[in-house]
T-cell receptor, first 117, second 113 residues
Framework: GAVVSQHPSRVICKSGTSVKIECRSL??????MFWYRQFPKQSLMLMAT?????????EQGVEKDKFLINHASLTLSTLTVTSAHPEDSSFYIC?????????????FGAGTRLSVL | SQKIEQNSEALNIQEGKTATLTCNYT??????LQWYRQDPGRGPVFLLL?????KEKRKERLKVTFDTTLKQSLFHITASQPADSATYLC????????????FGKGTSLLVTP
């Protein structure tokens, strides 16, 4: 199957700093990538849909100025958590659709554990 | 509102038995349904996709059924092994847009020797 690489796997930062998470599709091009957030024992919640060459689409309740998404190429999307606070501590996961087939399957990165002190 | 429910938070079974996990959804008619496996601290891994016109799908020891009348999918792992211990997530594209997936909370499966 297709491979999605997410980096870093874990980050600890001080409150008020910004953190950038990268999501790369390694062996396929992805015009669309997705960013999810998962709290302990909870489901994955979609935050935003990242579209190559255009603005991201954010889900209701997700602050676009706080979670900046850039999808500058067909293989890379980045999520920047700006001015992070302890309540932003969570597990962030990206995914990409492999559009070489029917495009129904999403391939996920390994996730980034963000801890804001 | 649209909902995806996985009926048990945790399931403990003995090695060699068949594990059966349930996914129910309401107020929607998805074109397909997917099952993923998630290990602690890792992203989900795709297992199987079943379309609305398919009743059953198999892959090695895995079997998925899809009953669009009952709005339910069953996920079976036969001859279960301790390595099958993980959380299993049911996922649907609730908007049927071909874009993002909506996930159930998952069922944590523990297979004991």
């Amino acid at each position: 199957g297709a491979v999605v690489s997410q980096h870093p796997s874990r980050v600890i930062c001080k409150s008020g700093t910004s953190v950038k998470i990268e999501c790369r599709s390694l062996d396929f091009q992805a015009t669309t990538m997705f960013w999810y957030r998962q709290f302990p024992k909870q489901s994955l919640m979609l935050m935003a849909t990242s579209n190559e060459g255009s603005k991201a689409t954010y889900e209701q309740g997700v602050e676009k100025d706080k979670f900046l998404i850039n999808h500058a190429s067909l293989t890379l999307s980045t999520l920047t958590v700006t001015s992070a606070h302890p309540e932003d501590s969570s597990f962030y996961i990206c995914s990409a659709k492999d559009e070489r087939g029917r495009g129904d399957i999403q391939y996920f990165g390994a996730g980034t554990r963000l801890s804001v002190l | 509102s649209q909902k995806i429910e996985q009926n048990s938070e945790a399931l403990n079974i003995q090695e060699g038995k068949t594990a059966t996990l349930t996914c129910n959804y309401t107020n929607y008619s998805p074109a397909y349904l997917q099952w993923y496996r998630q290990d602690p601290g890792r992203g989900p891994v795709f297992l199987l996709l079943i379309r609305e016109n398919e009743k059953e799908k198999r892959k090695e020891r895995l079997k998925v059924t899809f009953d669009t009348t009952l709005k339910q999918s069953l996920f079976h792992i036969t001859a279960s092994q301790p390595a099958d211990s993980a959380t299993y997530l049911c996922a649907l594209d609730l908007s049927n847009s071909g874009y993002a997936l909506n996930f159930g909370k998952g069922t944590s499966l523990l297979v004991t020797p």
